[in-house]
């Protein structure tokens, strides 16, 4: 069979376990989408064109699959898809795009906190849970919030200036 | 790996919830998800979301050292809720929260369920250890008690969901933990735990000592603890002794020998019990 043939076939098989219908509320906007039984969170969102939620090691390990589920930043690696009936789920994008970015994202880039930018949405995700809670957080909890997200460009130096950046953003924007 | 014939189940109430996993047990009940996504080796029949459940909660009876916790409560709850509280850093709750503070990653702390944690019950676990130094019952199904060194090992051999925990705590002794790992962010090689209290003449008084990591999970040895009872602080040579023959029985895995994760734990252990006591 061809490589052509072989996906589609793949295709179909996928297609015909995506057998539970789930509705849930994205960056927003109400989806209704099926799902299977033990797809995650993070395949369900990438197959359904969410790509800004990144896979990296889908252990829990390394932080880019990050999503905001129900207001908490979530390993979407580490939870089903079908447990996520009437859950609001943010991701990157739906906090900020390139035309509109939030003051987090514009800080990371202001900073310097992107080189490759694989591991960006999943910080910005960790740092938005942790200035929703703290506005004037130190070094020590800005470190305890990201421990959770690696990066293997930037020695994380820059992006722990990021997140202090976005602080100094979010505060002015209040006030 | 996708499978078709898996069902998922939300109960309205726990009820529903043990009765639909007593009658068929291959109908798991879901905690945070990040153990049985740990393995994904999918041979159960089906799932429970226990969100309708109210399992996510933490009650404290101060005046009689009391503790319960839900099984849904996720470890990041439990830490906040002891941060509210005015702990002191070398009691029961002190050590309860920088044990799960140390644990995986803030966002997996989001997740990481207190039951889902209990009976999962991995090698690297942060939670048991401190629990060891308390009364602890663990509370399933129509309110059946077990308390929780039974818990630990039997908890495969029977179908029930867990409801939540019962801690009784004694404010009068001090406690101690401390975690061993590569990095912060690893997995613990092992954890032990300790609390006592002292005599006016500079004692050990009732020392309980727990060791997370060995082989069989958890170390704790009713024979091990009498043998600081008594013991002067400052008879440095009695607590090497006690500490440096006895066995704590260690296994051999991937990355460290038995013998080294032995000698490491004698000497902390040593260090702490000489330094904090
Ligand atoms: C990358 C990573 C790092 C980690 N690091 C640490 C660490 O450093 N320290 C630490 O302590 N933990 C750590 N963990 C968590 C640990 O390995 C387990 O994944 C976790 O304890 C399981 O809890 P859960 O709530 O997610 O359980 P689940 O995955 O939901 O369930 C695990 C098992 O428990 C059963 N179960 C769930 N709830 C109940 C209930 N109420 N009653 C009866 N059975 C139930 C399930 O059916 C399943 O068999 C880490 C996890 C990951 C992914
Ligand atoms: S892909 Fe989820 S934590 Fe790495
Ligand atoms: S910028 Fe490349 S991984 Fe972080």
């Keep these: 069979m061809s490589t052509f043939g072989k996906k589609k076939n793949y295709k179909k098989r996928l297609e015909d376990k995506l057998n539970i219908k789930i509705s849930l509320n994205i960056n927003g906007e109400e989806i209704q989408a099926n799902t299977s039984a033990t797809e995650t969170l993070l395949n369900f969102l990438r197959r359904i064109g969410y790509k800004d939620v990144k896979c990296g090691c889908e252990e829990g390990s390394c932080g880019s699959c990050l999503v905001l ?35 987090i994202q514009k800080a990371f880039v202001d900073a310097g906190a992107v080189q490759c930018g694989f591991c960006t949405p999943g910080m910005v995700i960790a740092t938005y849970e942790l200035l929703t809670k703290n506005m004037q957080p130190n070094e020590e909890e800005i470190k305890e919030a990201l421990s959770g997200n690696l990066c293997r460009c930037t020695g994380y130096v820059k992006i722990i200036e990021a997140v202090k950046l976005a602080a100094d953003y979010m505060r002015n924007t209040k006030g | 790996m996708i499978k078709t014939n898996l069902k998922w189940y939300t109960p309205e109430n726990f009820d529903e919830a043990y009765k639909l ?42 005046n009689s050292s009391l503790i319960k916790i839900g099984a849904l409560t996720t470890f990041n709850e439990v830490i906040d809720y002891i941060k509210n509280t005015s702990y002191k850093k070398n009691s029961f709750l002190g050590i309860l929260l920088s044990s799960l503070s140390s644990s995986a990653s803030h966002p997996l702390r989001n997740r990481i369920t207190i039951g889902g944690s209990l009976f999962d019950l ?101 024979d091990f603890n009498d043998r600081f009872n008594d013991l002067s602080i400052n008879d440095e040579e009695g607590l090497r002794k006690i500490i440096f023959s006895n066995d704590f029985n260690f296994s051999t895995d991937f990355r460290f020998d038995a013998e080294y994760k032995s000698q490491v734990l004698k000497s902390l252990l040593f260090d702490a019990v000489k330094n904090i006591i």
């Design chain 1, 69 to 103: 589920l129900d207001g908490k930043a979530t390993n979407s690696c580490q939870v089903f898809a079908a447990s996520c009936e009437n859950s609001k789920v943010i991701t990157s994008n739906g906090l900020g795009d390139t035309n509109d970015p939030h003051p």
């Design chain 2, 21 to 62: 996993h007593l009658n068929n047990p291959s109908i798991m009940p879901c905690g945070g998800t990040t153990g049985i996504l740990r393995t994904k080796n999918f041979k159960n029949e089906g799932f429970i979301n226990l969100k309708n459940c109210n399992l996510s909660y933490i009650k404290e009876d101060k």
């Design chain 2, 122 to 222: 991995p090698i690297w676990s942060d939670l048991i250890s401190p629990l060891f130094l308390a009364n602890v019952d663990v509370i399933y199904n129509d309110d059946k008690k077990i308390n929780l060194s039974n818990y630990v090992e039997e908890r495969k051999s029977f179908p029930h969901i867990i409801k939540e925990i019962e801690i009784h705590y004694d404010e009068k002794q001090s406690y101690f933990t401390q975690r061993y790992s590569l990095t912060n962010f690893d997995y613990a090689v092992f954890r032990f735990s300790f609390s006592y209290l002292l005599s006016s003449d500079k004692r050990i008084k009732s020392f309980i000592c727990s060791i997370s990591g060995t082989k069989n999970i958890i170390y704790f040895d009713r």
